[in-house]
Structures are given as structure tokens and as C-alpha cells.
């Protein structure tokens, strides 16, 4: 079944606590060392099949798939991302132990992330005629309306100035 297109602008809006941006990665350095890369590529959908089954703080994620993944995560706050970074009992644990006894410094495997911890006033989005995405599927998909028609104007909508 498609995705509901939203036509028109759309932009995402944040309540007061925002929101953290997760990116998370790997690349093929060694495409055909299947027997190292199987298991990492792997573990990803078992931490997100967990995350789902449970209130543990994401709000959303996307995949994307080439010799680098990317996955972007949208997290209620970052004490819940480090939270379940750091359950020995939760899979990203096993993943990552898994990742340095099989992976480690060998290089046919590169791992990345970057997090970045946003509020309102310093992230702004637009959406022309697309279904409901990335921050704004993850918070609040809202119409741009008057007063969020440029970058400058939407991110100028969460400061302090302007809440005042």
C-alpha cells in the first residue's frame, strides 16, 4: 500500500524537550568478506524489532542501503539512547561484542554514528508533497503555515524571542 503524499509544505515541529538524531552506519570495506559483514548487517534489524516491541525512547527510524547503511534513528532523549546503548541485556550489546571479537581493527567492516541532540529553534525541515518523514513522521507533522514559510522563519519559531 503506498504512503499517504501530503501535498503542500510541511515542516516538523518540536515540543520543548526535542528530540535526538541518531545516524548510524556501515560500510563494505571488503564486499566479498560476507563471512564478516553477515552478522553486522544482521544485528541492526534485531535491535530495531526490540526497540519496537518496547516504550524505550525511539520514535521513528529509516534505512538506507549501499556499500555505506545508513540508518537514521529519531530518540525521545538522549538518556533513553545511552540507556539502551548500554543494556547488557538488550542486543546491542551482544552486537557490539560480537563486532570486536569477529571485526574489530581488520578492516573489512567500518561502523560509525553520530548523535545529535536537537530542540526547537535549532532544527528546521521542510517537506514538499511527500508522505510524512524523517523528524516530522518521528514529532509532529505539521502544515508550514504563515510565519514558518522560510528556513529562517522556522527555525526563528522555537527561540525564546519568539516564544516571548
Known sequence: MPER????RYT??????GAVVFLIGMRFNHWWRA???????????????????RDAGLLGWKMWFGRTILLVQYWRSLDELHTFAT???APHAAAWRDFNRRIGGDGTVGIWHETYRIGPGSAESVYDNMPAFGLAAATRHVPVGRGRETAKARLAHGTESERA
Open 87 to 89: 543494556d547488557s541485556s
Open 5 to 8: 503524499v501530503f501535498r503542500g
Open 12 to 17: 516538523a515541529e518540536l515540543d520543548e524537550q
Open 35 to 53: 563471512d564478516k559483514w553477515w552478522r553486522v548487517v544482521t544485528a541492526m534489524p534485531r535491535m530495531l524489532r526490540h526497540l519496537e516491541s
